[in-house]
């Protein structure tokens, strides 16, 4: 215990416009069993009474440093960067102001990077909460507790889709985040996957599966407009292009992961107009560097799809 107690854990508290949810927010993380870590608040020009309630708790020894920028920054993941390069601990939690957690999150996270020195991430499930604090649904994983590979965790999972969907659910080491290019930071909605992404490659990746944590979904926020407009398909192929370097993304695995992107952008294209259907479909064939080149691999994919199913039913005849 007295080597995980030396391990110090950064938590970040990016906050915009939360100030009711503030209060629950921190004395969730100062109410934490495991006791050695720092907050760091970093508040991006709030205008509601965001700064009254972060005041309240400017004299708390556990609170480092507040940081109130002049002008919004536009991107949650700029104030990520930040507060990561002002992080002082082994470990960083980006803690989202309008989330919480059960008082044993920091414990049972820490412990993971102990027992596996190679663990690079740690999360726990989650519990999707609406405005009123009434559950919607909760995340769920197999196994109590288990290290995956990074590169299986990204061939298997994240590869495909953001699968840690909530920042709050996470831990991860400082050293390697540091060593992350800033790329992410220029995304709006997509730069957590990205980062997530890049952290996988440096070790393994711990889930639990205990549900620790409570994330705070928004009928109203932001996000929930652009996924609307179908912009959010852009920035997840922009994404997808810049993973394309990583020696893990073949181009088998790569066109797998288009072709189910672009079935689900099917499934959702009656939902957006002209322009932004244009705009998606340019990125997509861009990808393949022309718009024949994009539409054969998806003949390919279909055919093979086809292939598969037919094999299936006939070894089910048979074995009749």
């Known amino acids: 215990m007295q080597t995980a107690l030396r391990m110090k854990v950064s938590v970040i508290l990016p906050n915009y416009n939360h100030a009711s949810y503030l209060n629950q927010r921190i004395d969730s993380i100062l109410s934490q069993t495991y006791r050695n870590f720092e907050i760091t608040i970093l508040d991006d020009c709030s205008t509601d009474n965001s700064k009254n309630v972060i005041e309240q708790y400017r004299q708390n ?14 991107s949650t993941f700029k104030q990520w960067s930040k507060g990561i390069s ?12 309008d989330d919480w957690c059960k008082n044993n999150f920091l414990e049972t996270m820490v412990n993971a990077f102990l027992e596996n020195e ?21 995340s769920e994983h197999n196994k109590i507790a288990e290290y995956i590979s990074g590169d299986i965790f990204f061939k298997e999972r994240l590869a495909f889709g953001c699968t840690i969907f909530n920042a709050s659910m996470a831990v991860f080491k400082r050293e390697y985040a540091l060593q992350i290019p800033v790329a992410f930071t220029s995304f709006k ?5 990205l980062f997530w992404i890049c ?32 912009y959010n398909f852009i920035e997840e192929l922009k994404v997808i ?23 689900n952008y099917l499934y959702k294209k009656s939902r957006f107009n002209e322009n932004g259907i244009n705009d998606i479909e340019k990125v997509f064939y861009g990808l393949y560097g022309s718009k024949y080149a994009f539409i054969m691999m998806v003949f390919s994919m279909r055919a093979k799809t086809k292939m598969r199913k037919a094999a299936i039913r006939l070894k089910m005849f048979f074995q009749k």
């Open 61 to 74: 020894p556990k609170v480092v440093e507040i940081i109130y920028n002049e002008t919004n920054s536009g």
């Open 86 to 97: 002002k992080a002082t601990g082994d470990f960083i939690w980006i803690a989202e102001s």
């Open 118 to 138: 190679n663990c690079v991430v740690a999360y726990a499930q989650s519990y999707c909460i609406d405005e009123k604090g009434e559950m919607r649904w909760q």
């Open 189 to 193: 909605l997509c730069g957590d996957w």
């Open 199 to 230: 952290m996988s490659s440096f070790g393994d990746v711990f889930i639990s599966g205990l549900v620790l944590n409570y994330f705070r979904k928004h009928d109203g926020n932001v996000s929930n407009s652009v996924y609307a407009s179908g």
């Open 241 to 263: 292009e810049l993973v394309r370097n990583d020696s893990r993304a073949t181009p088998s695995l790569m066109n797998k992961v288009i072709y189910n992107k672009y079935n």
